[in-house]
């Protein structure tokens, strides 16, 4: 199994920063994507950013210049920097990794997400 746990989330002023961090453990041999989605309430969860194992990056558009996601694979880790947020930036900010157990095994795990809240 493959646990996710992200930290970091918190409460803002538009304009500010967050840094949202996730590791993951378990019996990992490999984890090839990992992703960062948000979920508002009302509203379907969304991709925000993910990154390939080899470091190619891709964004929602509605972040693109202003988040940034990055990972640490020795760590088996993913980072988001969020700046110049937004009201619209509030949601819970869920971390994803499609990982490969030692049982070769390969699936998607979840977080159990964080909360990003931006105040005008």
């Known amino acids: 199994q493959v646990q996710l746990v992200e930290s970091g989330g918190g409460l803002v002023q538009a304009g500010g920063s967050l840094s949202l961090s996730c590791a993951a453990s378990?019996?990992?041999?490999?984890?090839?994507?990992m992703a960062w989605y948000r979920q508002a309430p009302g509203k379907q969860r969304e991709l925000v950013a993910d990154i390939t194992s080899g470091g190619s990056t891709n964004y929602a558009d509605s972040v693109k210049g202003r988040f940034s996601i990055s990972r640490d694979n020795a760590k088996n880790a993913v980072y988001l920097q969020m700046n110049s947020l937004k009201p619209e930036d509030t949601a819970v900010y869920y971390c994803k990794a499609v990982a490969t157990t030692s049982s070769f095994y390969t699936s998607q795990y979840w977080g159990q997400g964080t909360q990003v809240t931006v105040s005008s």
């Open positions: 378990g019996s990992i041999v490999r984890i090839n994507n």
